[in-house]
């Protein structure tokens, strides 16, 4: 069984649906030992680091996915979850989870394409990724596959060795994450079409390394 944490932060029925599609059991939950129970955990989310985080704590879940990642559960972020499982997000000026170290920044008002126009905020709309080092998650994806995102803000690890791979617009930004059990991408897997189910499916499939 695979655990979707429920923290009120929407978008929970079409990573549920998409889990399903693919043949996987799974069930969005905000209960604490279901979550314990489960062989591995999908930490999603549309909305702001400072309402997630609020959410999480008045819950108990922020320990429980802490707990959860030390004890080496296969674990997978995706848009504001990958957000929270850093240190701290400019959004709000929240405190965040803190699994991987680092910070959550915001685009630049002045970002520029490579035709030198301007680039709109958030970021909404299909694109690639460069897989900078190898990850079961990333199995399969070519350079041409394209992804959905919808963000203002971005992933900043502390360790340049955390991010898989990146993506450009107006700056090249982590847009996927790696560490030990977990896994997280900035854009939505499950709004990607083939490319992200092909990534949900890797990581429903994926044993880390002890």
């Not at 989310?45 to 704590?57: E, I």
């Not at 070519?142 to 991010?163: C, G, I, L, N, T």
Request: aromatic residues 8%; glycine residues 10%; neutral net charge.
């Amino acid at each position: 069984m695979i655990a979707i944490i429920d923290y009120n932060a929407g978008n929970l029925a079409s990573v549920a649906r998409a889990v399903a599609h693919l043949g996987f059991a799974c069930t969005v939950t905000a209960d604490a030992g279901t979550i314990r129970a489960a062989e591995r955990i999908i930490f999603p989310g549309v909305g702001a680091a400072g309402a997630a985080m609020d959410s999480l704590k008045r819950t108990g879940l922020d320990a429980v996915l802490v707990e959860q990642f030390a004890a080496g559960k296969p674990m997978l972020g995706i848009c504001l979850g990958t957000q929270v499982i850093m240190g701290f997000s400019e959004e709000n000026d929240t405190r965040c989870l803190g699994i991987v170290a680092g910070r959550v920044s915001a685009f630049s008002g002045r970002l520029s394409g490579d035709d030198g126009r301007p680039l709109k905020i958030p970021h909404m709309g299909w694109n690639r990724i460069r897989v900078r080092v190898p990850h079961p998650l990333t199995a399969g994806i070519s350079p041409q596959d394209e992804f959905y995102f919808v963000h203002s803000y971005y992933p900043v690890p502390d360790e340049a060795d955390r991010v898989m791979a990146t993506t450009d617009y107006g700056i090249r930004f982590a847009s996927v994450l790696g560490w030990r059990n977990l896994a997280a991408t900035q854009f939505h897997l499950e709004k990607s079409g083939r490319p992200g189910l092909r990534m949900l499916a890797n990581f429903c499939a994926w044993t880390p390394a002890a």
